[in-house]
């Protein structure tokens, strides 16, 4: 059997995601100072941002996942693809619910569908939970990675666009805390967001390759179960939305 | 737990403290529910490689037995054509 290539420095990533993570949650806890206007409150911010941030970058790599696999047809980059868009759909969901737990206890309300940035939000995740639905409606295995490509492609594009027109528009009640200019946040609250981000950043990593992992031992598995019956010939593997 | 607990400055939770223990808890049992998940399916990979294996012990086992079950008839024939050719020279 060959060796699984994505657990390798898998240990080394996953301590140095512990190690972010728990220093994020002592910087904000008891590093950062309190928010003027919204107090202890404000400490979701740590999570949330970098949740929704990841999510979105999630999905645009994705999409450049599946360009790769458009450009070279081998099937890694579907899988690379898939588990992207799976690992940053989960984060996404996370930082749906964070946001939206802060939004009762800031705006008194769970949703509010004036907001253009947490609609626009909804209206990306809800493109991308049809992701899995679209893989799994396609039997055939290249059909599904080629279809599956070009829609990852096209929602992926629809990330970045959609973030600049919400940043265009102008009323909104969502506050701006980042802009190129390195926004409006005190020192030790922007050390606090880096390091929550970066340790946001090594979890989805430490994730993907673990999806990756095993994936690649699953595949395995099955094409040795296959070897082994003789029945490579060409007897379909059955549905699956997950690439094979 | 509880020395780390001891030193650590209060935290002015106040009305807040249960929204923001809400928002870091629902997040950790989103990553604990997936992770849980991806293990359950490790242990199903886990299984499958068991069974895999033993399916690969028993084929290796059915075709030594085979080849045993083989030889005996070649050497047979081995020997009688060697004796064939023996008798053939003298």
Known sequence: MRHNTYSRGLPGLALATVVMLCAALTLAFFYAPLDANQGFLQKIFYIHVPLAIIALCGFVFGAVMAIMYLRTGDRKWDMRSYVAIHMALIFGIAGLISGSIWAKASWGHWWVWQEPTLVSYLIVLLLFATYQPLRFSIEDPERQSLYASVFAIVAGAFVPLNFIAVRLATEYVHPRVLNLEGGNLPGPMKLTFYVALIGFVLLFATLWKYEMAAKDARAQVRRLRRTLLGDDAGRPYGRSAAPL | ?90
């Open chain 2, 1 to 90: 737990m509880s020395p780390l607990f001891a030193i650590a400055p209060a935290l002015p939770l106040g009305q807040a403290g249960k929204y923001v223990a809400a928002a870091y808890i629902v997040v950790f049992l989103v990553i604990l529910i997936y992770v849980g998940i991806m293990a359950l399916r490790a242990q199903r990979t886990q299984r499958e490689l068991e069974e895999l294996r033993r399916d690969v012990e028993a084929v290796k086992a059915a075709r030594e037995q085979l080849e045993d079950d083989v030889d005996p008839d070649e050497s047979d024939r081995a020997g009688h054509a060697r004796t064939e050719r023996s008798e053939q020279i003298a």
